[in-house]
């Protein structure tokens, strides 16, 4: 029997499944992070949007104590980006991407050059007794470099420190309703515990596959973006079911793990700026196709997410604020023509998102645009 073929729409509904997209799940919001491996974080509110288009009655507050808590952190991970992970996570991913972080240490453009030949072993010494003593902003950090290695650029130890400590941004940043400057210490400090000693990245790639499955071994790159994971889902290909995609790609998933009907009907979702799940696969067919992505990337003006429409990138979304009225409108730019019906579901669940992400507003309005 020859190797099964999964369809673009079959990969659709697999990964919304894994993604908790297909539909709300009650689990809390720390055990939602933990599944999906992190959610991406640099803009501070992000994450917030994330798990509401995930979670039955997410609460803003729900998550917020979590990071005042210190049960999740924001901290440099996966692809050298700021994630929102669990502090377990912090611990066990922080180390298995010290590749990644080296590389963009050594390709810098104007920080790579200053630090050449520099014995960093005595700067990362002095900013882990700054950062032990408190959190620090950059300014704060750089000052006190500059004043302890004056013949140096500090900017550039500073951006050493970055890549090669393992930092979190501590609240109130992140805080839902709240604004604060980057503050950071290291993780240690912050979560009283060490980095693993020896993490698997043979398990956290298959909870990656858990997550964003059925996936090449060209998507686990992407979304790591680790070197030599090709042997690595090699040693794990016994563990593997394999299958092909329309393109004769091998792909690879969990045996037991959710591949729902393709029919199965996909509710309009509204994603943030940066979502991973649009963000974590080589080959991003499965969510955008090829002829629309330059229409996706080609949208202007301010851009807060993304709005998916039967599982499918459809649009984007912003919003806008009327400071006479106190209204809130959510703008949804189409990339192609919507029919009247996804133009009605995509309202409703537009005015759903209103009510959570303007709930201060005087006023609920969605308005659409036509393409661009």
Not at 174 to 190: C, F, I, K, L, P
Not at 246 to 251: A, N, Q, T, W
Request: with cysteine; glycine share 6%; aromatic share 6%.
């Amino acid at each position: 029997m020859g190797v099964e073929v999964l369809s673009r729409r079959a990969l659709n509904r697999a990964t919304l499944e894994r993604q908790l997209l297909l539909r709300r799940t009650g689990i809390p919001a720390l055990d939602a992070v933990e599944h999906l491996v992190g959610l991406q974080a640099q803009i501070p509110l992000n994450p917030y949007t994330a798990l509401w288009s995930r979670l039955e009655r997410f609460r803003p507050d729900e998550l917020a104590e979590l990071l005042v808590e210190r049960r999740v952190v924001r901290t440099v991970v996966m692809r050298a980006t700021l994630h929102l992970v669990s502090s377990d996570d912090c611990l066990l991913l922080r180390p298995l991407v010290q590749p990644v972080l080296d590389a963009e240490l050594g390709r810098h453009r104007d920080f790579s050059p200053a630090l050449r030949g520099i014995d960093l072993d005595p700067v990362l010494a002095f900013a882990r007794s700054l950062f032990a003593a408190r959190p620090r902003t950059g300014g704060e950090l750089r000052a006190a470099l500059a004043e302890r290695f004056p013949g140096d650029d500090a900017a550039g130890l500073a951006y050493a420190c970055r890549c090669l400590l393992a930092l979190v941004q501590v609240p109130p940043r992140g805080v839902w309703g709240r604004t604060a400057q980057v503050s950071s210490t290291t993780a240690e400090a912050w979560l009283g515990r060490p980095l693993a000693a020896d993490p698997s990245l043979e398990n956290v790639v298959l909870r990656y596959i858990a997550a964003f499955g059925p996936v090449a071994v060209a998507d686990v790159a992407t979304w790591s973006r680790l070197p030599g994971l090709r042997a690595v889902v090699e040693r794990l290909r016994p563990r593997l079911r394999t299958f092909r995609d329309e393109r004769g790609r091998e792909l690879f998933d969990l045996p037991d793990a959710p591949r729902p009907d393709p029919d199965t009907p996909a509710p309009p979702r509204f994603l943030p700026e940066y979502d991973n799940v649009l963000l974590s696969h080589a080959d991003r067919s499965r969510f955008v196709s090829t002829a629309e992505r330059p229409q996706a990337s080609g949208v202007t003006g301010p851009v807060h997410g993304t709005v998916l429409s039967d599982g499918f990138l459809c649009g984007s979304w912003r919003l806008e604020r009327d400071r006479d009225t106190g209204s809130a409108t959510l703008v949804v730019t189409q990339l192609g023509r919507l029919s009247k019906r996804a133009i009605a579901a995509v309202g409703a669940e537009g005015r759903r998102f209103l009510r959570f992400a303007a709930a201060e507003a005087g006023g609920h309005d969605v308005r659409f645009e036509a393409p661009q």
